[in-house]
Structure formats: structure tokens, C-alpha cells
């Protein structure tokens, strides 16, 4: 399988840990995307990578949480100290470079519990 | 800032009857409109797209969609559902140059359930 891969699928952790999901996104995909999506709702954007430069950041995201992408291949998102408004799916897409059609495609999502 | 709205937040349908979502979007300037479709348990999948030319697009599965320049909106259609359209369905928007090149803006979803 080909497409876009995140890992893990599900956690579940305790108030005050912290949690780190990754995601491969597609191997010619030099472009990353992080969105966190809650129940009811689309997805939200939260950061953006070019290769290995973070080019956008959602200004609704805390400083608790940070995103790398070290190598311009796989990413990972980190929260430190998670919060119970915290639990939601964190899916991360990515798209080909630019000239093509700017479409993302979707990994499988990281279903985030906070207890 | 760009906003997506989708007009119905759950449609319950019966097979063969015809199924039309709206999606408006705030945006004055070029943008690229998607449709993407959430099966039960599955992720996210591309239904369909328009970046230019022929404001009515084909996607996969029959599904349709018409851009209107004038009225912003990217309407979603398909003559004749089956039971198996029964998903979630996301507008989303790309909007292009400013300090929003390469995020989308999603709408909040319409739940579609296709009754047999």
C-alpha cells in the first residue's frame, strides 16, 4: 500500500502525558499537512510542511503542541501535557510538489483519547 | 479569513432518490473546490475536484459537482443513490495566494444515510 500511512491508530492516554504520532506521508509527496478533526466537525487545518521547513502554523495551536517533518520524508506531531479538549482524530495528509493539482490525499487518522 | 459552509447536516434518503449537497464558500479569489467522502470506519477520500475549465466536474461513483462562480458555491449531486453512499461528506476549499496557499478549509460535514 502506497498511500499514506500514521501510526499509531489509536491512544489513549492520561491528562498531563505527553503523546507523539507520526505519519509517512507519500513517497513522492514533498508537501505534509496536519488536521485535527472533533466529532461533527471537518477537519481543522494545524500545520503545513514544504520538504522539511514548516511553512504554516494554525494560529489556533497552542504551543504545547510541535510538529517536525526532519528529513522532509515522515513527520511527527507532538502534544506535551495533553489536555481532555485534546481528545479528537489527528489525520495528516500530503500532496504532490508544486505544478500538480494541489490535492491531498489522506492518511487512516490518529483517534486521540484523553482521560 | 475563508469560510466553508455546508447547508444540511444530516440527509436521510431513500435508494434511487437523487441527492443534492450545497457547499458555499468566502473567498474572492482563484480557488481549487473539492469534494471528499468519509465511508464508515474508512479515511478520507478524494470524491471529486475543479481547478479550472468545465464548472461541472465528474467524480468517481457517479457523483457530480457544479462550480457557480457568482454564487460561490460547489454543489454536490448524484442522480441515484445506493445504499452504499451512506458516508460523511466534506466541501472543502483551497484557496490560492495570500497566507493560504496549501491549507484546506473544510465545511463541517453533511451525514448522509441511504435507506434501502
Known amino acids: 500500500d502506497t498511500g499514506v500511512s500514521q501510526d499509531p491508530r489509536h491512544k489513549i492516554t492520561k491528562r498531563g502525558q505527553n503523546v507523539t504520532f507520526r505519519c509517512d506521508p507519500i513517497?513522492?509527496?514533498?508537501?505534509l499537512y496536519w488536521y485535527r478533526q472533533t466529532l461533527g466537525q471537518g477537519p481543522e487545518f494545524l500545520t503545513y510542511?514544504?520538504?522539511?521547513?514548516?511553512?504554516?502554523k494554525s494560529r489556533l495551536l497552542s504551543d504545547r503542541f510541535s510538529a517536525e517533518r526532519p528529513k522532509g520524508s515522515f513527520s511527527t506531531l507532538e502534544i506535551q501535557r495533553t489536555e481532555q479538549g485534546d481528545s479528537a482524530m489527528y489525520l495528516c495528509?500530503?500532496?504532490?510538489?508544486?505544478?500538480?493539482?494541489?490535492?491531498?490525499?489522506f492518511g487512516p487518522g490518529t483517534r486521540l483519547t484523553v482521560t | 479569513a475563508q469560510s466553508v459552509s455546508q447547508h444540511n447536516h444530516h440527509v436521510i434518503l431513500s435508494e434511487a432518490a437523487s441527492l443534492e449537497l450545497g457547499c458555499n464558500y468566502s473567498?474572492?479569489?482563484?480557488?481549487?473546490l473539492f469534494w471528499y467522502v468519509q465511508y464508515p470506519g474508512q479515511h478520507l477520500q478524494l470524491l471529486l475536484k475543479?481547478?479550472?475549465?468545465?464548472?461541472l466536474v465528474k467524480g468517481i461513483k457517479g457523483f457530480e459537482a457544479e462550480f457557480i462562480k457568482s454564487k460561490f458555491s460547489f454543489n454536490l449531486r448524484k442522480p441515484s443513490v445506493q445504499w452504499s453512499d451512506t458516508a460523511e461528506y466534506f466541501c472543502?476549499?483551497?484557496?490560492?495566494?495570500?497566507?493560504?496557499?496549501?491549507?484546506?478549509?473544510f465545511g463541517a460535514g453533511t451525514q448522509v444515510v441511504v435507506t434501502p
Open positions: 495528509a500530503s500532496s504532490p510538489p508544486p505544478g500538480g493539482t494541489y490535492e491531498q490525499y
Open positions: 473567498y474572492g479569489g482563484t480557488v481549487n
Open positions: 472543502a476549499v483551497n484557496a490560492l495566494g495570500g497566507d493560504s496557499w496549501g491549507k484546506f478549509q
Open positions: 513517497s513522492e509527496h514533498n508537501r
Open positions: 510542511f514544504q520538504n522539511e521547513a514548516q511553512l504554516e
Open positions: 475543479y481547478f479550472s475549465g468545465d464548472p
